[in-house]
């Protein structure tokens, strides 16, 4: 009897875990055991042979076959009865599963007398610890970020003011328009970003709002950029506030106070810190500048959102850097993103990604942020 | 108490029973519980006042709210003590949750005395039967997907055969190259594709692999594009078989089976039907032509994948066209696509969407296949 078996039923395009712990993609679960240091998947005839080619186990084996011997047990046996007879074959009766297991799955195993324990995230504790190649890959996708939003910059850069629009190619340009830049570039790199917020003036006060819309000069447009890369599924994440036009000096002073507080928080990322305290720090550098935080006309403004979340093959990962307290550990990568949001005169976000260190941190991120860029 | 009800806690980005429920998207998981006729949310700071204003739910509540009372009552409350703290407020004692319920939350749930009942799949049944509404989103996404073949199909047409390589804008001619033309298209009607197959010749056997390299002509060519629509949330899905060059006539005597096979499953799509049944008789069609299905050096070869599944706000929903048994009912979505598969003569897969109704079915797709494309 073995009861250190990992188990894990998912789909590895969307189970991060899945993917760490077999480097295999596939668009319908599959199930995964690692049991005396083996990893063992069993697959359909559909995946088989491709996961024989590629997935980093020891064994693939056949789910039709355990499906063959189910079906000479039970008359209409269920998935969860196969897999239970796979488990038996292997001498385990007692698993690990992620926090997120399927409900169903794990009482329908438990009903068969096996015994079935979640794990608070993380599954897989290594999986925070990015390895070098893990780090390359994550920098590679950071410079495709970067490239699509200076393709966005570009578009700024060519456009005019009209009033109260801004023109590009003859057209008034939108928020629509500059995503699809963005996308096209990501693309040529083999990256594929989802709700990429461009938010320009009050869209970007509420900072999950990924705007729409005709640009407005004069205004903040806050870009937060994080794609994927297709190519080694390692996501990147970075955040630059713009102006087309000028800057109100009410926005200036804000950048200013936003940058202040980033670079503090920079300062302090190194092996060993508090996440938590960190986030305090960073709260404090902004209220100490006369930016409070709290509900004004029944709506949130001020700073009220974590200061930085880990990054790798999840775009939210712990640690967290907030008002939890997660100590920081040499080789996390996470982002370091305050940001303050008023309607009165707008939002803005800056966000790098950095990788803690022994003594700090080594920046990924190389976009220029040190004062507000006015196109 | 109410033992009726239904609760969901999940990233609605990644589970459409939730957004389903709510229509409303967030990258972060949020708490959706529905009781005596009523959807109410338990939202976080960050998402709350977005929440208002778009979920189609009754109430929107404040999760730092009962974070706040949850401290009162102990020390460091976990999330799920607070998630309880809420369900105790409006009355609930049991819930049912769907099969995917994460495994540590229901565990913790039923620590603190509520009964926590998995519902299989389906969990909101209705999901199944698409409305008007739906249908016309799926059909809006289908006429993307056609839009992004026939420009594939624009490049083929192009493109010129020199020996062994096709050429295109003077460069040999690849599938990347061919799934960035697609990507495009599918971009300028704001759809996302993943794992988009462009399969030339052997890579096309393993029905799952994407594809890559060089198209090489006479070979079959197997382009199955299934995006998402960013703006309505809703899949479409179609696979194409063609040849740059001249076919085979082993290849285009497949070509015709796994079309006679398509064209009877589609006969037979009507309310009450049993999936199993077509599936039976569509894997009838390719044997009676001598088309055989079994395992040859290792390796599954003929027809080995299901006939067909359902397709909406999830790319593979209930029912199943296959081995297992679902009834179809009108008002479903689903997919007919047999295919071929053969190490010596290559891939032939044809793939319509189809909508079920009472004396048959309605064919969302427009794209030709009554004969095997050689451009």
């Not at 799955?105 to 897989?124: E, H, I, K, S």
């Not at 938010?199 to 937060?224: K, L, M, T, W, Y």
């Not at 202040?260 to 060993?272: F, K, M, N, P, T």
Request: net charge negative; aromatic share 8%; hydrophobic share 40%.
């Amino acid at each position: 009897m073995n009861s250190d078996a990992l188990l894990i039923i998912a789909v590895s395009e969307a189970d991060s875990n899945l993917y760490y712990a077999t480097r295999f993609f596939a668009p319908d679960p599959f199930v995964f055991l690692q049991v005396a240091g083996r990893k063992i998947l069993l697959m359909s005839d559909l995946e088989i042979d491709r996961a024989r080619a590629q997935a980093r186990v020891d064994e693939v084996v056949s789910l039709s076959e355990y499906e063959g011997k189910a079906r000479q047990r039970w008359q209409a046996p269920h998935f969860i009865d196969t897999v239970g007879l796979f488990l038996e074959a292997y001498g385990v009766q007692a698993v690990t599963v992620p926090a997120t297991f399927p409900l169903e799955y794990a009482d329908r195993l438990r009903d068969t007398g096996v015994q079935v324990t979640a794990r608070p995230d993380p599954f897989f504790p290594e999986r925070l610890i990015k390895s070098e190649e893990e780090i390359a890959a994550i920098a590679e996708t950071q410079r495709h970020t970067e490239m699509a939003f200076e393709a966005a910059v570009r578009v700024l850069r060519e456009s005019r003011i009209r009033g109260e629009r801004v023109h590009w190619q003859g057209k008034p340009l939108t928020v629509e328009a500059l995503k699809k830049v963005i996308n096209i570039s990501l693309m040529e790199n083999d990256c594929v970003a989802q709700h990429t917020i461009v938010a320009c003036g009050i869209d970007g006060v509420d900072p999950h709002n990924q705007g729409s819309g005709p640009i407005r000069p004069n205004e903040s447009i806050v870009f937060d950029i994080f794609p994927r890369s297709s190519r080694t599924r390692y996501f990147a994440d970075m955040t630059r506030t713009v102006v087309k036009g000028t800057a109100s000096d009410d926005l200036r002073r804000m950048y200013d106070a936003v940058l202040a507080a980033q670079l503090r928080g920079i300062e302090l990322v190194r092996d060993g810190a508090s996440g938590q305290a960190i986030h305090a720090e960073v709260a404090r550098v902004l209220e100490v500048r006369g930016y409070e935080t709290g509900s004004v006309d029944g709506r949130m403004q001020g700073f009220f959102h974590g200061t930085g979340h880990g990054v790798g093959l999840d775009i939210h990962e712990p640690p967290r850097i907030s008002k939890v307290d997660y100590p920081l550990r040499g080789g996390q990568v996470v982002t370091v993103e305050p940001g303050l949001y008023y309607s009165r005169w707008g939002a803005v976000r800056i966000e790098d990604l950095v990788v803690v260190e022994a003594g700090g941190c080594r920046n990924l991120t190389r976009a220029p942020k040190l004062t507000l860029l006015e196109l």
